[in-house]
């Protein structure tokens, strides 16, 4: 089968996971695409038999911007599962995912989820005693690659899964997950202009909003309006050039490196010292 992930991901960690079940995928004789949303994504989606949609866990449901250009694509009818990230609560995040596509998708197969604390700081910034984990664990690969298995038990059987919402979780989430709260999570972003080399990546490569343009004399202005909160410009400037109060520039995000930046063969040279 011709199988699609199409995933958001702000600091890669939901890549790593979409990467991880393409090469399940893979191993089971199935050919599979990558696609990131991003706000200026041109998304073709007329080849496949199978999708898989993903997303990180952004205040107990997925990124708004996400679900809003999921509810624009045509899905065919194909089958599809659902997959995300966390910082160990998942929320509504499924559910979300499975409503933007259900209108147009096919049977709903399944849902998977993996904890990753990565960018904990990130939405948690005072909770300094948990020590993140910098990658998804052998223990989760094993569960990915049982849950690909068990997608293609579920197709052959007809057993459709459709993802819980949690209503109060709804009624939360639908207060407090606006764009512009999400950048507070971060908070307001400065550019130190004396250290950025207007190297244009937060622009083009790595923020997923659209929030970061260049002025004429190319330095990278933010729109904080616009910002989803993910962290990435913050976490991954090469230089350190663009800071936040809540967000100190103290991860390491090797995945965004390995699974999104070397995807485009742009190179960090950010100190990065955790292994992945
Ligand atoms: C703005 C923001 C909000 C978040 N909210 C939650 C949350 O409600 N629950 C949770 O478990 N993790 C939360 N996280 C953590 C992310 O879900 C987690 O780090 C995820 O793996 C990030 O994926 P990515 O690297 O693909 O962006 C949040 C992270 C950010 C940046
Ligand atoms: S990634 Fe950093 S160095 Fe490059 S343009 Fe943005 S702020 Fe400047
Ligand atoms: S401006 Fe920075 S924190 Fe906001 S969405 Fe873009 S990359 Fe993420």
Redesign the pocket.
């Known amino acids: 089968m011709k199988v699609c992930l199409v995933f ?8 790593q996971l979409a990467n991880i079940l393409r090469e399940n995928l893979n191993e089971i004789g199935h050919t599979s695409d990558l696609i990131r949303i991003k706000h200026n994504s041109q998304i073709d989606l007329n080849t496949y038999d199978l999708f898989g949609i993903g997303a ?5 449901r997925a990124p708004r911007m996400v679900t809003t250009i999921l509810k624009k694509l045509d899905f065919q009818r194909k089958p599809f599962f659902v997959f ?8 509504n995040t499924h559910w979300n995912l499975y409503k933007s596509i259900a209108r147009t998708a096919g049977p709903s197969l399944g849902a998977f989820s993996v ?6 700081r ?2 948690m910034p005072n909770k300094r005693r948990i020590i993140p984990n910098y990658t998804i664990s052998e223990y989760d690969k094993n569960r990915s690659y049982e849950f690909v298995h068990k997608i293609f038990h579920n197709l052959e059987y007809k057993i459709e899964e459709i993802p819980k919402q949690n209503y109060l979780l709804s009624v939360w989430t639908a207060l407090l997950s606006f764009r512009w709260q ?1 950048a507070l ?2 908070g307001f972003k400065q550019i130190n202009r004396k250290k950025c080399t207007k190297c244009r990546i937060c622009a083009e490569v790595i923020c997923p909003s659209g929030a970061i343009t260049l002025n004429e004399k190319g330095y990278p202005v933010i729109r904080e309006r616009i910002c ?5 410009c913050v976490n991954l400037c090469p230089v350190d050039a663009i800071w936040a109060l809540k967000s100190k520039n103290r991860h390491q995000y090797n ?2 490196s390995k699974y999104l930046l070397s995807s485009r063969k742009i190179k960090s040279n950010r100190n990065i010292s955790q292994k992945n």
């Open positions: 958001f991901s702000g600091t890669g960690t939901t890549a990180p866990v952004y205040s107990y995300s990230t966390t910082g160990g609560q998942k929320g904890s990753v604390t990565t960018n904990i990130a939405w999400m999570t971060a989803v909160g993910c962290n990435g995945m965004f």
